[in-house]
């Protein structure tokens, strides 16, 4: 408990535990649909884009979150039109995309010097990264995301459960879908910061896997899994403080820890409690 | 006008045509039947009148304003996956986004369709439970009360019996025919079972990878193929 008051204390920490929170919110809410529908290969892609933008960002001394966001979002058009084009191609075509940013961002970082931290700071996240500025336009980014999921919770559920039925029923399904890989993009870009681009991805998923172990309603699996984010990125977030290691690491390994759990109890479910 | 028109129309897969020579009309109001054998293209057509298909030649026409929001499509095999974690209410209810449109949440008229049509095919009591822990035929009635909710002006039914109990598959060509009759619901089916057909369908289609009969029922049990096919033959078009 002291702990938690410590952390309180400083105001960088509690900038990065409230933007952490709902980032948290948006990845999960985002992420059962995206695992559901396949798509959850686009959240990683999508995290090694911003990787390569972030450190060009920094080369060119740009504010981060504003040069990141156009690129990832223009990234997730071209990740979903190929994730559509063919199926099988598709997902090989979004690895391409992924290695080929992360090959990007690597060559522009060895053409600089003098950044190594920097670098570390991209790949792994740091809760020092969130300035004040980064906060307000991370916060109203995220209660937008948040807002718009709820919006259109109905149209993301029947694109999502049975695409088919829903244009043939009158849904503009390229819309919702493409709503659906913008609101994943400045999720990601929003979360970077502080999860680190090789960490975002799996804020997306875990939740997610987690709560499908144990929940059997659309709607419930949605609110478990908002929920298991958010206690997972606070309980992280106080490890991480408490013995100084990189805060996405320890996210989502608190995350690990609960879908074994999870998985653990279903399997005892299945076996009819014995 | 015709609520559908189909002149000259063609379906093909990668450049192979599996149905040819379409020519046929709606009218609001028609029971329709498509019959023939499997394979003979009746799923292809369907999802050329739901739009999901282009006509590779030839045209599909619709008129008297008909949206496809005012459509309700059963598939014949659905397109969401096996494991979908959904309730039977959450998969009903879908089918009023439709008409709902761009507008947040569900309206309670919504949610009274929804339960009305559960009710209708008997799996009110099944609402609340997985939609994939059900059986076969417990999942087609959900997906046909799902189909009826997106209902306004055509209902399209791809196969609507199969794995249905004979209750239920005679309750269901009542309430069928009573929404036909008394709500003027333009119907267009999907069947195998050819005697139910002549007995509720005003008017049937029947192909064979191309178009052998339409018209009414009456002339279909008159004609050739429809004597045919009646009679339990299959490859009517090949034996001639
Ligand atoms: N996705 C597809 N890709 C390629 N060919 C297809 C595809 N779907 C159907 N076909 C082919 O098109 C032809 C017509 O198929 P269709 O599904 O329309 O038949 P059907 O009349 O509905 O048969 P059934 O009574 O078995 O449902 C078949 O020869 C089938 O092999
Ligand atoms: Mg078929």
Redesign the pocket.
Known sequence: MPLIIEMFSFSFLVRAIVVGLLVSLCAALLGVNLVLKRYAMIGTGLSHVGFAAMVIAGVIDFAPVPFSLPVVVAAAFLLLRMNESSKIKGDSAVALVSTSSMAIGVIVMGMTTGITLHICNVMFGSIFAMTQSDMYISVALSVVVICLFVLFYKQLFAVTYDESFAKATGTKVEIYKSLLAILTAVTVVLGMRMMGALLIASLTIFPALSAMRLCKRFLSVVITSAVISVVCFFVGMVLSFGLDLPPGACIVGVNLIVFTVFSGIAFVRKKGIA | MALITCRDAAFA??GRV??TGLNFDVQQGNYLCIV??????????MKGLLGLMQPKSGKIETGDGLKSTQIGYLP?QTSAQKDFPASVYEVVISGRLGSRGILPFYSKLDKQIALENMEKLGILPLRKKSFRELSGGQQQRVLLSRALCATEKVLLLD?PVSGLDPIVTAEFYSTIRALSRDTGITIIM?S?DIRAAVEYASHILH?QNRQIFFGTTEDYVQSEAGQYFLKGGDHYASDH
């Open positions: 897969y990668e599996v149905v023939g054998e499997n394979g003979s293209g009746k799923t292809t057509l014949q196969e999907i195998h192909l």
